[in-house]
């Protein structure tokens, strides 16, 4: 990929800075219509918020409670599409809101079948009122004070950098040239970008007809690479999550708290034999790369918990906390300039291209309309979007049949083969295999300890302890693969170290 993108000596069409959601989704897009794409992401592809989200594939029923009809009737459709697109990644999930006063079962009642009408034939199922009985045998660690009944809704669910994982290679499928650990250093006068590598430190100009800037968070500090003047876009807020052991659900159903105090939703959702519990939104000033939970978002958790459920998690419970940061746009920045739609921004300045907000669950219709755009910038030959009815890396109706593979879909075949020779578990309290980590080298990209423990495998983000105590063997087999000497394991492993902490609450 490193060679390619150094080689080529014509303008690409479309260069896109930030490996998340956002841009490799329009790196799929547009390489599916047949452009020439190349995409570099200064760190691995979902180190930033991509990796860090609540695992949802939503309509967002916080949205529904604003009135924000559009917003969530788009996402209904994306959260369909994805689903049928990519069944091996995408499960439904059953969510229930317990109700503990008179009104709230026929209020959420009748706002979750409005939720299920805004679907339509892109519906996961009907919900449904509960009794005190059903609610209690569906979620069997439910606090029973007080507790009415509940209503029944589904939506959908995923691991988030595993779909990116399966995007980035989706895009290679179709041609696109993608490269992880090359950063954007400037923007170029003709068009493109100064690319500095940072395993080599090599630097070299990719010259393109338009750059889209797809950095989330980071998104004000690319635009001021063309315009230091450039008026601010984002308004970063952060999340915190926190993760326990399965028996805190004891339950396939996950928990929608309606309103906690701040006035938002809390969820607490089963996620990969573990519970996912979260989030916040704290607003923060500079975004960092590897954000960081605080320890009063991490106190807001488990006390909104507590209320919940009978027997609550405590601190010595956590297994893993992660924090991502919302790229939110502020509102009336755009100005006239921006195509705004109500979720995501499209801003247009000389011949970048910037595309921000939304949400993981619509990146294939904001990639859609972002390479409209940027096909019109670039005054490429005008191409219809593809992405509707195009299959992801990997499609495979029946994964749960593949077990623990599942999420690897139709690669499972060739994974089997690696297993017969690297069969062992990694750790006991996870089900990871050692042909897993060669597998992320040699298929997926993978460079450091941390892009194999934190995004292919999702170690770090289940049970940090456990990650740190597969390091040194997953640095053993990545070295073997990667042709790398004693000192590079010995120094990932302490960088590694270094990066984990962040995960385990300060006690
Ligand atoms: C706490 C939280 C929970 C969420 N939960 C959900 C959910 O359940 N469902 C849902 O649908 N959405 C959810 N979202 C929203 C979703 O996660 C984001 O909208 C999405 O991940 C944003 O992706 P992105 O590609 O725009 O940004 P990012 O994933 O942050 O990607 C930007 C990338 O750009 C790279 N970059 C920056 N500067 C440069 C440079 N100079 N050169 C090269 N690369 C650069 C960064 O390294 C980064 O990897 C959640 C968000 C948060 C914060």
């Not at 669910?157 to 290679?172: K, N, Y």
């Not at 926190?242 to 105090?261: E, G, M, N, W």
């Not at 979007?385 to 593979?405: F, K, Q």
């Amino acid at each position: 990929m490193i060679t390619r993108l150094r080689e080529r000596k014509e303008p690409w069409d479309v260069v896109v800075i930030g490996g998340g959601a956002t841009g490799v989704g329009v790196a799929v897009d547009a390489a599916s219509r047949g452009y020439a794409v190349a995409l570099i992401e200064q760190c691995d592809f979902g180190k930033g918020t991509s990796s860090r989200s609540t695992k949802l594939v939503h309509g967002g029923v916080r949205y529904l409670e604003r009135g924000d009809i559009g917003l969530v009737v788009e996402a209904l459709r994306e959260r369909g599409l994805l689903r049928r697109n990519a069944p091996h990644l995408v499960h439904d999930r059953a969510f229930v809101v317990p109700t503990y006063d008179w009104w709230e079962g026929p209020f959420y009642g009748i706002g979750l079948k409005i939720y299920d009408l805004l679907a339509g034939k892109y519906g996961f199922g009907a919900s449904r009122l509960l009794s005190r009985e059903e609610t209690l045998q569906r979620l069997p660690n439910l606090k029973q004070d007080g507790l009415r009944g509940g209503v029944v809704y589904f939506d959908g669910q995923f691991d988030d950098s595993r779909l990116l994982i399966h995007l980035a290679r989706t895009a290679v499928d179709r041609g696109a040239v993608l490269a992880n650990y090359v950063r954007a250093a400037a923007l170029l006068a003709k068009g493109g970008v100064a690319a500095v590598d940072a395993e080599s430190g090599g630097e070299w100009e990719i010259r393109s007809r338009v750059t889209v800037n797809a950095t989330g968070a980071f998104s004000d500090a690319v635009r001021r690479m063309g315009d230091p003047q450039a008026a601010p876009l984002i308004a970063a807020s952060q999340g915190a999550h926190l993760v326990f052991d399965a028996s805190f659900l004891r339950s396939d159903t996950a928990i929608l708290v309606p309103h906690t105090p701040d006035g938002r939703v809390l969820f607490a959702i089963p996620w990969h034999g573990h519970t996912l519990v979260g989030t916040t939104d704290t607003p923060i000033g500079q975004p960092e790369l590897e954000a960081r939970a605080l320890e009063e978002e991490i106190d807001f958790i488990l006390e909104t918990a507590a209320g919940y459920l009978a027997r609550p998690p405590r601190r010595e419970d956590i297994l893993s906390v992660f924090a991502g940061v919302r790229p939110l746009v502020k509102a009336g920045s755009a100005g006239n300039t921006a195509a705004l739609s109500r979720d995501h921004t499209i801003l247009v300045e000389g011949r970048l291209v910037t595309i921000t907000g939304g949400k993981w669950t619509t990146y294939r219709h904001m990639a859609e309309d972002c390479v409209n755009r940027a096909a019109q910038v670039a005054g490429l030959a005008a191409r219809g979007s593809v992405t509707r009815e195009m299959r992801i890396h990997g499609h495979y109706e029946d994964a749960s049949a593949l077990g623990a593979l599942a999420v690897y879909g139709s690669d499972a075949v060739c994974l089997q083969e690696l297993l017969e020779r690297w069969p062992d578990t990694l750790h006991p309290d996870l089900p990871y295999r050692e042909a897993e980590v060669v597998w992320a080298v040699r298929e997926e990209m993978a460079r450091t300890l941390e892009d194999v423990l934190a995004r292919r495998l999702r170690a770090l983000f289940l049970n940090a302890r456990a990650a740190i105590a597969m390091a040194p063997r997953v640095a053993e087999l990545m070295a073997a693969e990667l042709g790398r000497g004693d000192d590079w394991r010995a120094a990932e492993v302490e960088r590694f170290l270094e990066t984990a902490r962040n995960y385990l609450p300060v006690n």
